[in-house]
């Protein structure tokens, strides 16, 4: 059964940097694609950035070379790099993943970037 769990969300100063972690289980990091996803009130999920094999991944243009990827095989867990944040980052936090036609998604995890 694949299950996703995001962390790492918390309050930052805009120009500070966090890193979010999205533990997965039923599924492999290395291998599987996975999204991440955010979401502001009264707005629709809005897609962020794609890891997929092999390590290649995708970012949006708001986030491009602001966002970065890395994993950790052995534990299982993607983490999303978010460097040099803007108050426009202020979201809610979803890894994504689709497995045989089945989205599953995390419970997410808040970034609020304030001074």
């Known amino acids: 059964q694949v299950h996703l769990a995001e962390s790492g969300g918390g309050l930052v100063q805009p120009g500070g940097s966090l890193t979010l972690s999205c533990t997965a289980s039923g599924i492999s990091v290395d291998r599987d694609e996975i999204n991440w996803y955010r979401q502001t009130p009264g707005n629709e999920r809005v897609w962020v950035a794609r890891?997929?094999?092999?390590?290649?991944?995708f970012y949006s243009d708001p986030v491009k070379g602001r966002f970065t990827f890395t994993f950790d095989s052995a534990k299982n867990i993607n983490f999303l790099h978010m460097n040099n944040l803007k108050p426009d980052d202020t979201a809610v936090y979803y890894c994504?993943?689709?497995?045989?036609?089945?989205?599953?998604w995390g419970q997410g995890t808040q970034v609020t970037v304030s001074s």
């Open positions: 994504q993943t689709q497995q045989r036609g089945v989205e599953y």
């Open positions: 890891l997929i094999y092999r390590g290649h991944s």
